[in-house]
Structures are given as C-alpha cells and as structure tokens.
C-alpha cells in the first residue's frame, strides 16, 4: 500500500541541516504529500535551514527555540490561523551541555541535567499540549529516542535517562490522548552522522561499531528513518500508539 499524507497538515521540528533526521522526515512528508511547517532554533541556524524549507515549499517558517518564552506558543498560534487545524508533529530535538554530557551521570549538574530534560523531553509535553486543540479529528506525535534509553551506552550519558524518561512519556500521552484519537509514539534509530550526534565522545567508533555489528551489517539513513516516520503518521499506522519503534539495522537485539 502507497503511503498517503494527501491534505494532511505537520510540524517538523529539529531541522538543523541536510544532515537532521527530522529533514529527512520532511521529505519523506512532503513526497507522501503532506504540506508542513518547519522551525530553525535561532539566527545562527536559519540560513542551513531556511533554504531546506524553501525546497519543499513549506507553508510556515519560524523560528523555535524551546526555552524561549512564548516561542513554542508563537509557532502554535501561526498554525491555527494559517490552518485551523494539526494533523501531526515531529519532535526531534535534543541538547545537554557539554559537560553533563561528556562526564559521568552521577556527577551531572542539578542545572545540567534539567536542561536536558526540558529541551530533550519536557518539550514534547508542551507541544502536545497545545497541538491537542487543533487534532480535534485524531493526530500522530512523533518523538525521536535512542537505544541508550533502554541500556547503558558508553559515552551517551546523561542523555540515557532523559531518553528514558521521553519514552516513559510517549506511553503515558499516548493513555491521556487516545481517547481523542491522537496517537503519540517514540522512533529510535540507530547512529547517524548528524551535527547532535557529533557531540557525543567517540561518535565514530560507535558508528563503525554499529556498521560491523548490526545484523544487517550497515547503518540506518535519513530516508529509512523519513519512510517509516511517514508510515507512522498515516492511517495506515492507525492502531499504534504508545510504542518505541526501533529502527537500526537490527543493532538494539544485540544487547
């Protein structure tokens, strides 16, 4: 069955460059048919942005940064009025500061580790909630996780239980929201060379361990992760909700 998002209205965040995997779900969104709005975090992202939303013709294209006040609310009130309505959201966005990141869970800063968790999860709370009145028909959330969620990742950090706490949230939106017919599920990919990724200490050698180890014996890319997104978000995946789905090449089996 083709994949069709014909008339469906979504809002991609967490584009930073051609590299993102939320431009590669951009893609996969509008060549399903979708029209979207996408967001840039600031000034210094806007130019390795703005021209990827231009490509796809997107209908919106705002700035977001999360902890911005009245950001998150600005790109929400653009919706309503350019469309009344939300067919569904992509959250990928993450950040920890680098020496949360780079150290040792136990020794994370109080400051550190909420920062984390506002930007990486508490975000995704925040668009649900406002995304809810405009799914008044059902809607899809979509969050991006990360194996190190499940298990101790060497090197991932404090980004392990924020992770985890994102997937925890997936499951409980997901009770909260059905009823309404929105639908709220996590994707957990294997490594990528995205700029994110980058910050993580020794991101090569996972990502050549992943290549030689994974069932498959490569890594995932942008355009699987986009394809499967775009699955998620149609009607075809109208049964799923509350679930983390896994796609790396077979890599999360191994333990």
Same mark, same amino acid.
């Given at each position: 069955?083709?994949?069709?998002?014909?008339?469906?209205?979504?809002?991609?965040?967490?584009?930073?460059?051609?590299?993102?995997?939320?431009?590669?779900?951009?893609?996969?969104?509008?060549?399903?048919?979708?029209?979207?709005?996408?967001?840039?975090?600031?000034?210094?992202?806007?130019?390795?942005? @703005?021209?990827?939303?231009?490509?796809?013709?997107?209908?919106?294209?705002?700035?977001?940064?999360?902890? !911005?006040?009245?950001?998150?609310?600005?790109?929400?009130? /653009?919706?309503?009025?350019?469309?009344?309505?939300?067919?569904?959201?992509?959250?990928?966005?993450?950040?920890?500061?680098?020496?949360?990141?780079?150290?040792?869970?136990?020794?994370?800063?109080? @400051?550190?580790?909420?920062?984390?968790?506002?930007?990486?999860?508490?975000?995704?709370?925040?668009?649900?909630?406002?995304?809810?009145?405009?799914?008044?028909?059902?809607?899809?959330?979509?969050?991006?996780?990360? !194996?190190?969620?499940?298990?101790?990742?060497?090197?991932?950090?404090?980004?392990?239980?924020?992770?985890?706490?994102?997937?925890?949230?997936?499951?409980?939106?997901?009770? @909260?929201?059905?009823?309404?017919?929105?639908?709220?599920?996590?994707?957990?990919?294997?490594?990528?060379?995205?700029?994110?990724?980058?910050?993580?200490?020794?991101?090569?050698?996972?990502?050549?361990?992943?290549?030689?180890?994974?069932?498959?014996?490569?890594?995932?890319?942008?355009? @699987?992760?986009?394809?499967?997104?775009?699955?998620?978000?149609?009607?075809?995946?109208?049964?799923?909700?509350?679930?983390?789905?896994?796609?790396? /090449?077979?890599?999360?089996?191994?333990?």
């Amino acid at each position: 069955m083709v994949i069709d998002l014909s008339g469906k209205k979504g809002l991609v965040v967490g584009i930073a460059n051609a590299q993102s995997i939320a431009w590669g779900c951009a893609q996969a969104f509008q060549a399903a048919g979708a029209e979207l709005a996408l967001t840039w975090l600031n000034d210094k992202a806007r130019p390795h942005v @703005e021209p990827l939303a231009q490509a796809l013709n997107a209908a919106l294209m705002l700035p977001l940064d999360v902890q !911005q006040p009245g950001q998150l609310e600005a790109v929400f009130e /653009a919706i309503t009025q350019r469309w009344g309505r939300l067919d569904f959201v992509l959250h990928s966005i993450a950040f920890a500061p680098g020496a949360d990141l780079h150290g040792r869970v136990v020794d994370s800063s109080a @400051e550190g580790f909420a920062q984390a968790m506002d930007v990486s999860c508490h975000s995704l709370l925040r668009m649900a909630r406002l995304a809810e009145p405009l799914m008044a028909d059902g809607g899809c959330l979509l969050t991006m996780s990360y !194996q190190g969620a499940d298990e101790v990742i060497a090197n991932y950090g404090v980004m392990g239980p924020v992770k985890a706490a994102l997937e925890a949230s997936v499951r409980y939106l997901a009770t @909260e929201l059905g009823q309404r017919g929105i639908r709220v599920n996590a994707v957990s990919p294997g490594p990528l060379a995205t700029r994110a990724a980058s910050g993580i200490a020794h991101f090569d050698a996972l990502l050549q361990d992943s290549a030689a180890r994974a069932p498959l014996r490569r890594l995932v890319t942008q355009q @699987e992760i986009g394809e499967l997104c775009s699955f998620l978000v149609s009607d075809l995946a109208r049964a799923i909700t509350g679930d983390t789905l896994y796609i790396d /090449a077979g890599m999360h089996i191994l333990g």
